[in-house]
């Protein structure tokens, strides 16, 4: 007779805050990649009205939003990728208000 011990586990169940957790990866997630493609944009070489930059930062936002999304699932539940990312985004959108500044040089 084998001992528990040497048996193989069975697997975790799925998390029921998956849900969550994916809707804030989407959503949060896609402002999160907007505001720093757009910080990418005012800061970044070239200012913002470089020609040759645009297309880029279009296209910035697509792999910042899926590295996000594909993250969202490492926090411990849904309300952390909620709390986390909210303040992420509060944090980019702050930023990108700064940098649209006409104060700064």
């Known amino acids: 007779m084998a001992d528990a011990s040497s ?17 804030a990866g989407v ?3 896609f402002a999160l990649a907007v505001a720093l493609s757009g910080l990418f944009a005012w800061i970044g070489p070239g200012g913002p009205t470089a020609v040759n930059k645009l297309q880029l930062v ?7 939003w899926l590295g996000i999304a594909s993250a969202c699932f ?8 909620w ?21 700064l040089p």
């Open 83 to 103: 709390l986390w990312l909210g303040g992420a985004n509060i944090l980019a959108h702050t930023a990108l208000l700064a940098a649209r500044s006409p104060l």
């Open 7 to 23: 048996l193989p586990k069975a697997p975790a169940p799925i998390r029921p805050d998956w849900w969550s957790k994916s809707l």
């Open 74 to 81: 490492l926090f411990r539940d849904g309300r952390q990728a």
């Open 27 to 29: 959503v949060l997630g």
């Open 58 to 64: 279009m296209w910035l936002v697509v792999p910042i």
